[in-house]
């Protein structure tokens, strides 16, 4: 069954470390997304992809960095991680052809 | 996800009629948002509710978590209503689940 994975599924780390949230899809799609989900603000985009090897800024993203090695897998890099960036991150998978969308389950980060 | 069941797929609607989309779920929800793609893949949000019913121009929504729904309401669709709408539902154990969406064509 085609499905968004992501992990780890919740995350606790120290402010100033790296943190990295990992995302593999299964639907061939070309497009995947990365969110932050905080109350009151709804969904933000941080990082999205065409494809392998490519990675564009979405509407909030600054302090992370994106990495496509694949159509399978994009990660989302946190080289210096904040207080600030503690919230729900959401992958997605969407195929540029048809608006269809798939999500991931979510990945709850802790910065302390 | 299977504990959001959004319906329908795909809805088309003529300039100036209306319709609704629902989300059914299988768990008690706390909260409910809808939300709406746009062209570069940004989710829009439209209403976030914990109960009762929330409206904004022409979308209305509503919630009721004891029956375990949720339904936003499009009148006097408009060309630019057009898009992929989604519902996502929360609650302690499992966080944020959304629906599969709804493609929305509106057409002159």
């Known amino acids: 069954e085609a499905a968004v994975t992501q992990s780890p599924r919740n995350k606790v780390a120290v402010t100033g470390g790296k943190v990295t949230l990992s995302c593999n899809q299964t639907?061939?799609?070309?497009?995947m997304y990365w969110y932050r989900q905080d109350t009151g603000h709804g969904l933000r985009l941080i990082h999205y992809?065409?494809?392998?090897?490519?990675?564009e800024k979405g509407d909030i993203p600054d302090g992370y960095k994106a990495s496509r090695p694949s159509q399978e897998n994009f990660s989302l890099i946190l080289e210096l991680a904040t207080p600030s960036q503690t919230s729900v991150y959401f992958c997605?998978?969407?195929?540029?052809?048809?608006?269809?969308?798939?999500f991931g389950s979510g990945t709850r980060l802790l910065v302390i | 996800g299977d504990q959001v069941e959004q319906s329908p797929s795909a809805l088309s609607l003529h300039e100036g009629t209306g319709s609704a989309l629902r989300c059914n779920f299988t768990?008690?929800?706390?909260?409910v948002q809808w939300f709406r793609k746009n062209s570069r893949g940004s989710l829009i949000n439209l209403f976030y509710?914990?109960?009762g019913t929330k409206e904004n121009g022409r979308l209305k929504s509503a919630f009721d978590s004891k029956e375990r729904y949720s339904t936003l309401h499009i009148r006097d669709a408009q060309l630019e209503d057009s898009g992929t709408y989604f519902c996502?539902?929360?609650?302690?154990?499992?966080?944020?689940?959304f629906g599969l969406g709804t493609r929305v064509s509106v057409f002159p």
């Open positions: 997605a998978s969407g195929d540029a052809r048809n608006s269809d969308y798939t």
């Open positions: 639907n061939n799609h070309n497009n």
């Open positions: 992809s065409y494809g392998a090897g490519s990675t």
């Open positions: 768990t008690t929800m706390r909260a």
């Open positions: 509710l914990a109960s």
């Open positions: 996502a539902a929360y609650n302690y154990a499992q966080g944020l689940t």
